[in-house]
């Protein structure tokens, strides 16, 4: 009875985590309390996961993670691959997807789409790769990469626990290589080949609209600017901003990358908070859309707040004139956020270069305004605006971006080399960051929780699926293949089951379910199970045929891609990884 109750609660769990109505962290709890009160665990048990070493070693790799961030190695290395699109748009995918692919052998795969998202849009005019083809592309190359090392997705480190768990020697740091090699070299070059069935027509904006909202503002182009005789392509604007349109002598004419750019032109650019704001930042006084005279430290001490326009404002219907309204108001609009269509260029007034303006404001349009934290807090007590919250934007460290490399480096080694527990390495390099300057605690702590709440209790369901004896009880339903298909046949059956699980599932969920069954599917057979459950665990990182795992959910709203979008192109190469996995994994690890 114990096993069929506990493959009732992996069916709930299945059930909670496809439907996603409720949050994943507190499905994940509640996963927890159905284990006790079902009797299937102890208290205990079920709250041993939190506080297991490979929960808190994750924790740690993505408190580092954001260390990377911080001192902008990523965004450096990003710079570099820029430098590729030269050589024609195929070398640069191959360039960029590479390089997302070696990020993500050490770090999160998720943080590392999160990071490269922003500079991939803003290189895809200047490639030639319709962003379309180039989104999807990079999504995948990231989960690639998670199978190529132990530390490359929390997949492998909780699958590596489980294995301790049932007397199994853990994965080695480079123990998957051999075979997550094949996978990421075969799965990009498909990727790249098949990118070619998605459409490059798409609607809406260029760039970023899930992560954060895209602002459309102006930088104005005045004399003795470098812009000034630069052409359109060769613009760089801080992250890389697009250029949507420029502005000359009041009309707007479109953003050919061979328009050489004249003094008083100002160009209409789009991006998220955090990249206006740096490209305001980096850029002097007189060149950002709040052009107001203040001072850089000035700036550096005044609040950047996102401020929606309701229907009670008296600003509906009116112009937003930059100069004017910080007059009026003592702030500086920044930029303007207006749903759902950013990519139209707004006309300017043909007031003088100083005092543009977005066009009519209409319910539900978001300011991005900056300006001292008194005067902010007057305007959101009128009826005017109403605050969504304050934008907070960290320059990158750049001078302790070696310094950042060299710890992150030392504490995956001193994790892989087993020269001290995990965790402890972990934390050495997290408070290593953060003494060093690095990163802020702050920052440093800005992690994503719920992954280390769904880990916890994941590790909850698969001992219980193990102690109840539902492991067994699957394996024995599967052993019916074995007559005709025999070990390696059972292992593709336990790898496809691994890949249906991931797709309403987690990976972390699905491979912590089959564990317990590639197990003891491996024993009824008389064989080594240790290629049954390394087969689980990289199954587990190979559906790509929705936009369910984070990665595929980053990039489905800035690309505009379909569900079907991911069927055509992420159907197929999932089927290859199936068949390379199951040619590749009784080679490396024999029954």
Not at 175 to 193: D, N, Q, R
Not at 231 to 249: E, F, H, K, Q, T
Not at 358 to 365: H, S, T, V
Request: hydrophobic residues 50%; proline residues 6%.
């Amino acid at each position: 009875m114990e096993a069929f109750a506990a493959l009732a609660v992996v069916g709930i769990a299945i059930a909670l985590f496809a439907i996603d109505r409720i949050p994943v962290e507190v499905s994940s709890l509640a996963l927890v309390v159905i284990l006790v009160a079902a009797g299937l665990l102890t208290p205990e048990e079920a709250l041993a996961g939190f506080s297991n070493e490979t929960v808190i070693f994750i924790f740690a790799l993505l408190a580092m993670t954001q260390g990377l961030e911080a001192t902008g190695v990523m965004h450096l290395v990003a710079e570099r691959v820029l430098a590729v699109a030269r050589a024609g748009p195929r070398a640069f995918m191959v360039a960029l997807l590479g390089v997302v692919c070696a990020f993500s052998t050490v770090a999160s795969n998720t943080a590392v789409t999160a990071a490269f998202l922003p500079i991939a849009s803003g290189a895809a005019r200047r490639s030639g790769v319709p962003l379309r083809r180039l989104l999807l592309p990079l999504a995948f190359a990231s989960m690639l990469g998670g199978t190529v090392l132990l530390f490359g997705t929390s997949t492998n480190l909780v699958v590596s626990e489980a294995m301790q768990r049932l007397g199994m020697r853990p994965i080695g740091f480079a123990e998957l290589a051999p075979v997550g090699l094949v996978l990421a070299v075969a799965g990009i070059a498909a990727t790249i080949a098949l990118a070619r069935r998605l459409s490059p027509e798409m609607q809406g904006s260029p760039t970023l609209d899930l992560l954060e909202r895209e602002y459309v503002t102006e930088v104005v182009v005045e004399a003795g600017s470098p812009l000034v005789g630069k052409a359109v392509g060769d613009v760089n604007l801080g992250s890389d901003l697009p250029v949507l349109g420029i502005v000359r002598a009041g009309s707007t004419i479109a953003a050919d990358p061979r328009q050489v750019l004249a003094v008083e032109d100002r160009l209409v650019v789009g991006g998220g908070p955090t990249d206006v704001i740096r490209m305001e930042a980096e850029s002097p006084p007189a060149e950002g859309n709040g052009a107001d005279g203040v001072d850089r430290a000035s700036r550096s001490s005044a609040l950047v707040v996102e401020a929606w326009i309701p229907p009670t404002s008296t600003l509906l219907g009116r112009s937003v004139r930059v100069g004017r309204f910080a007059q009026a108001h003592g702030v500086t609009v920044l930029g303007l956020h207006r749903h759902p269509a950013l990519h139209r260029l707004h006309r300017e007034a043909r007031d003088g270069p100083r005092a543009g303006r977005y066009g009519p404001l209409a319910i539900g349009d978001v300011l991005l305004l900056r300006g001292p934290e008194e005067r902010i807090r007057e305007l959101a007590q009128s009826d005017d605006v109403t605050l969504l919250g304050e934008i907070e934007h960290r320059p990158h460290r750049h001078r302790r971006a070696g310094l950042a490399v060299a710890i992150f480096a030392m504490s995956i080694a001193a994790a892989g080399l087993r020269l001290t527990s995990p965790a402890i390495a972990g934390l050495c390099g997290m408070l290593a960051m953060i003494a060093t300057g690095c990163v802020d605690s702050r920052t440093a702590f800005r992690v994503d929780w719920r992954v280390v709440i769904l880990i916890g209790s994941l590790l909850a369901l698969g001992a219980a699926v193990e102690k109840s004896g539902a492991g067994e009880l699957v394996a024995g339903s599967i052993m019916s293949l074995a007559p005709v298909a025999g070990p390696r046949g059972v292992l593709c059956a336990v790898m496809l089951l691994t890949i249906v699980l991931s797709i309403p599932m987690s990976n972390q969920a699905a491979a912590l379910v089959m564990v317990p069954i590639a197990y003891h599917s491996a024993i009824d057979l008389g064989v080594d199970p240790r290629p049954f459950v390394i087969g689980a665990c990289l199954a587990a990182s190979c559906t790509f045929m929705t936009p369910l795992e984070p990665s595929a959910a980053l990039v489905y709203g800035p690309g505009h891609y379909r569900f079907s979008d991911f069927l055509r192109v992420g159907t197929p190469i999932t089927l290859l990884m199936l068949a390379i996995l199951t040619a590749a994994v009784p080679i490396v690890w024999p029954f």
